[in-house]
C-alpha cells in the first residue's frame, strides 16, 4: 500500500500541475473493482469551461498530456 500512496502522491502532482484542473484527490487502496493495495482511484476536476476555452484545453488533450507524463514515471 504503501508503494502505491507513493506512486498516487506522484501522479496527483502532475495533475496538479496542470493548469486546467482545479486539484486532484487520491485514494489509496480503493478502486471502483474492490479494495486492494494495489487499487488507486485519482479524481480530477476541471476548470469550467469558460476558463479554458480551445482545443488545447480540452479534457482528451488534458488527459493525454497527463497520461504522457505519468507513463515517464519510474
Known sequence: LQYTQEVVSKVC???DEE???KGSCG?????FT??????ALIFCPLKHWEER????HHVT???QRVRKKV???P
Open 13 to 15: 502532482k502532475i495533475i
Open 19 to 21: 493548469p486546467e484542473t
Open 27 to 31: 485514494l489509496s487502496g480503493f478502486g
Open 34 to 39: 474492490g479494495n486492494r493495495p494495489t487499487a
Open 53 to 56: 476555452e480551445g482545443k488545447e
Open 61 to 63: 488533450t488534458v488527459m
Open 71 to 73: 507513463a515517464q514515471l
